[in-house]
């Protein structure tokens, strides 16, 4: 039953654990729940925070207003020859979805095991890890529009993909909750293990023809030795997005880095490792008070215990200071900042 509540503490629903209040929180299990909301009048009146896992977020302050937490579940499949549409709710957890696919033959989301949050902010954050981004397997997406209270679909085109980035985040930040998400996967998979650490994982395993189950278990292999459990120790997984560059910039960097991280986009730009130049500034597992960055993986950063939002906010300040300064590169936050 739809209830709206006051002063609720949001640590349990932020996966840095940072112990801030809602003035008014509400937990949503279906679209007519979330019609309902929208009929009231106390909504109107509130400036509204819309999350899924709350793993992309970092609080500095109470929010003054609503936070609607989605929790819309289901998965629904539809077999074409071929290819393969999955339907999931928003508030399905990524990874439940992801062992659904994989558990059922369902090639194409693979490389994203362990990615944390849920299927409704994966087209928000275009999520990607280990070669592969959220808009190489979207089909559709259907969304609540706030103000109108009517449900639309968005398609591929319609989302203006870009590097962690949606219209979504852009142009209708703040105008629609998405419901659900339908991806389109393959039952003749393309495995693909280019990136990263996939193929010596594999290797270590004497996999040589590894097939998506055994691309998802290195995949969340690799994930869980470089980055730390929420449940245990809070963070929101990679706090910075990897710089994006011109060449001419690279040049100039590659010039006095010589072994700089990078890799060739798409668009022929290079991108950079953002772990790597936060590395070689010396933050790698570095402490102050009670945050600090990961031990076995400088992009992310952590909550030791008590760390305020604020305080997390000026530590990674301080990184962004450092990588300027050494090789005049600034870094973004991939983090939505309250």
């Known amino acids: ?53 709350g793993s992309n977020v970092l609080f500095t302050q109470d929010y003054e207003g609503l936070v609607i937490k989605v929790s819309i579940k289901g998965i629904d499949s539809e077999i074409d020859g071929n290819e393969v549409r999955v339907t999931a709710g928003a508030g399905e957890v990524w990874n439940d979805f992801v062992n659904y696919c994989v558990q059922h033959g369902f090639a194409g989301v693979e490389n994203l095991s362990l990615i944390p949050g ?148 798409a668009d022929d730009k290079v991108k950079l490792a953002a772990g790597w130049l936060i590395e070689q500034c010396g933050w790698k597992g570095k402490v102050i008070g009670q945050t600090g960055t990961w031990k076995n993986q400088a992009l992310v950063l952590v909550n030791h215990g008590y760390a305020t939002g604020t305080e997390v906010y000026s530590f990674s300040e301080q990184i962004i200071d450092s990588v300027k300064a050494t090789f005049g590169v600034e870094l973004e936050r991939e983090v939505n900042i309250l």
Do not use: W
């Open 118 to 265: 849920t299927v409704g902010a994966s087209p928000i954050q275009n999520i990607g890890a280990y070669g592969v981004e959220l808009k190489d397997v979207f089909e559709s997406c259907t969304a609540f529009e706030i103000k109108t209270g009517k449900v639309s679909t968005f398609n591929y085109a319609d989302c203006h993909f870009g590097y962690r980035e949606s219209i979504f985040k852009g142009a209708l930040k703040g105008q629609f909750i998405i419901t659900s998400v339908t991806f389109r996967l393959s039952a003749v998979p393309k495995i693909n293990t280019s990136y990263g650490a996939i193929e010596a994982e594999l290797h270590n395993r004497g996999i040589e023809k590894p097939n998506i189950a055994d691309v998802s278990a290195a995949v969340s292999h690799i994930r869980v030795s470089k980055l730390p459990d929420p449940s245990t120790i809070g963070n929101a997984g990679s706090f910075f997005k990897n710089p994006v560059i011109e060449k001419h910039e690279f040049a100039d960097i590659v010039a006095k880095h010589p072994d700089v991280v990078h890799y060739t986009t």
């Open 1 to 53: 039953m739809l209830q709206i509540q006051e002063n609720i503490s949001l640590k349990p629903y932020n996966s840095f654990g940072i112990d801030v209040k809602a003035k008014f929180f509400a937990e949503i299990f279906s679209e007519d729940e979330l019609k309902t909301l929208f009929q009231q009048e106390l909504v109107k009146t509130q400036k509204l925070l819309i999350i899924g896992g």
